[in-house]
């Protein structure tokens, strides 16, 4: 699986967190700022109207009221007084009787006090009582109100300014802090998408030297990483020169066992033809040599074969019509195992591909030969041909007792054959290659073998392209 790189800000990358958490601190400072300064000026302003009411109170001598506006009374401050003189009370035209009550209801002993005087809306008021004369002074505060609004809009548009730009900083600050690491990760994946598994070990990827300074915390990243590639690399190199060594010695192997395997069965032959003039045992003894080196000839076949797909498949592709090589394949069958019941089922018209004739009909005899040889007699196996999309598809089922399970997964590899075949074909010719060929054909085809094994059924799927062309190092590919 690769993984594409998420989108710059998409939810849950390590960027939109610390975007989002840098202007989230950046707001809350903000806030908490102008709250405080906010919370300060309220207290210097009050103070200030405070300040004014104790001058006012204390500027008002015993003259005459109504009539003086001065001192303590500047134009239009809107200074509220009352005097209160035995029983009566003079007071600002603007007042109410029922004002004036209110007010002179307030502690005189009090500190100043917020008040809401119906009809005029709040008003600091302070009352003082001096050499037996009460007087009232209050002044609208407003003059507090006003310009701590004022302020608080200014530190809310300030706040909301310092958000935005936090957000657009931190963006571009973390975007581009990041931006190694998503190179670093691009790298990762690259990786992940080659075919470590096969190829001769190269690893042409590495973290571009830019991003590889041991300066910082990402390039040291970058330094591991490169060096966990090197090795991984001399890693992948060893591992294929061994296979190369094995696949070579086994290529080797085989061909030089081909020579002396034919001169035995030669021999063996030519015995055969006198085995009239020779004592029964030793007739017999020959006709066993004969055959056991005819085994030992096909499992030698079988080796080269693998062995040469294996490093570089030469196929003979040509235009190949794959319903005649089907039906040749299933007469061959019908021959071999009379036992069993051999349907068809192709389509009206001829499939072709371009294939390997030869390799293509191995493949499906080998499956053929094991669904004869691995079910008891009476067993029906049908093969059919279709063409789904740009794939020709051959199904061969049988209706046997199925693939061991011990070996479903194992069975296209080397030398897998369960334990029963191996008893029943003692001195057979069971080997486990059959299906480990057809799988290597098939994928030197570009094509893909399964098998699929509901109860009751035992199908192999082979797909291959319809149309295939060589690549320039001998293997093949689909057209894409
Ligand atoms: N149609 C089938 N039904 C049941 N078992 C099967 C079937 N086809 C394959 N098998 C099992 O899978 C094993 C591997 O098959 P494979 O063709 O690779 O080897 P083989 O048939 O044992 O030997 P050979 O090299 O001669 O083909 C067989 O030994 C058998 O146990
Ligand atoms: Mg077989």
Request: glycine share 20%.
């Given at each position: 699986m690769t993984l594409s790189p998420p989108a710059?800000?998409?939810?849950?990358t390590l960027s939109r967190q610390l975007v989002v958490r840098t202007t989230a601190l950046v707001a809350a400072a903000t806030i908490l700022l102008s709250l405080v300064t906010g919370l300060a000026s309220f207290q210097i302003l009050q103070a200030q109207l405070d300040g004014r009411l104790e001058s006012a109170l204390r500027a008002w001598?015993?003259?005459?009221?109504?009539?003086?506006?001065?001192p303590g009374d500047p134009?239009?401050?809107?200074l509220i007084r009352i005097e209160q003189r035995g029983t009566e009370f003079i007071y600002t035209?603007?007042?109410t009787e029922s004002q004036v009550v209110a007010l002179a209801?307030?502690?005189?002993?009090?500190t100043p006090v917020t008040m809401a005087i119906e009809g005029l809306g709040l008003y600091r008021v302070q009352v003082s009582h001096r050499q037996g004369r009460i007087s009232v002074a209050a002044l609208p505060f407003s003059a507090v109100t006003t310009p701590l609004t004022r302020q608080l809009m200014m530190a809310a548009l300030l706040t909301l300014g310092s958000i935005a730009l936090a957000g657009f900083g931190a963006r571009q600050v973390v975007e581009s802090s990041l931006r190694p690491l998503r190179r670093l990760a691009g790298t990762a994946s690259q990786v992940a998408g080659l075919?470590?598994?096969?190829?001769?070990?190269?690893?042409?990827v590495r973290v571009p030297q830019q991003d590889a300074d041991p300066a910082s915390e990402v390039g040291q990243v970058g330094v591991a990483f490169n060096q966990m590639l090197d090795h991984v690399e001399a890693a992948l190199e060893a591992r294929h020169r061994s296979e190369t060594k094995v696949r070579q010695f086994v290529a080797d192997a085989s061909h030089e066992l081909r020579n002396p395997l034919a001169a035995i069965r030669g021999y063996a032959e030519l015995t055969r033809r006198e085995q009239?003039?020779?004592p029964a045992n030793t007739a017999h003894a020959l006709a066993r040599i004969e055959s056991e080196s005819d085994r030992m000839s096909g499992l030698v076949e079988d080796l080269l074969l693998l062995a040469r797909l294996d490093s570089q498949p030469t196929l003979a592709l040509q235009p190949t019509d794959v319903t005649q090589i089907v039906l040749n394949a299933v007469n061959d069958a019908r021959v071999a195992g009379a036992g069993h019941r051999w349907g068809l089922d192709l389509p009206d018209e001829a499939l072709t591909a371009h294939a390997d004739p030869f390799r293509l009909h191995q493949v499906v005899a080998n499956l053929l030969a094991n669904a004869r040889v691995h079910t008891p007699a009476g067993t029906t196996v049908v093969t059919s041909l279709r063409r789904e999309g740009e794939q020709v598809v051959i199904r061969v089922t049988d209706?046997?007792?199925?693939?061991?399970a011990e070996i479903r997964d194992s069975?296209?590899?080397?030398?897998?054959?369960?334990e029963a075949s191996r008893v029943r074909h003692?001195?057979?010719?069971?080997?486990?290659l059959g299906l480990a060929i057809v799988a290597a054909v098939v994928a030197a085809h570009g094509g893909t073998v399964t098998l699929e094994s509901p109860p009751g059924s035992t199908t192999f799927v082979v797909r291959i392209p319809a149309a295939f062309s060589p690549t320039s190092d001998g293997r093949t590919v689909p057209n894409s």
């Open positions: 710059a800000m998409a939810k849950g001598g015993p003259g005459s009221f109504p009539g003086e506006t001065k134009e239009g401050s809107g035209d603007v007042l209801a307030i502690d005189p002993d009090s075919p470590l598994a096969s190829g001769e070990g190269n690893l042409p009239d003039l020779l209706d046997g007792p199925g693939v061991p069975v296209f590899e080397r030398f897998t054959r369960a003692e001195g057979g010719s069971s080997t486990g």
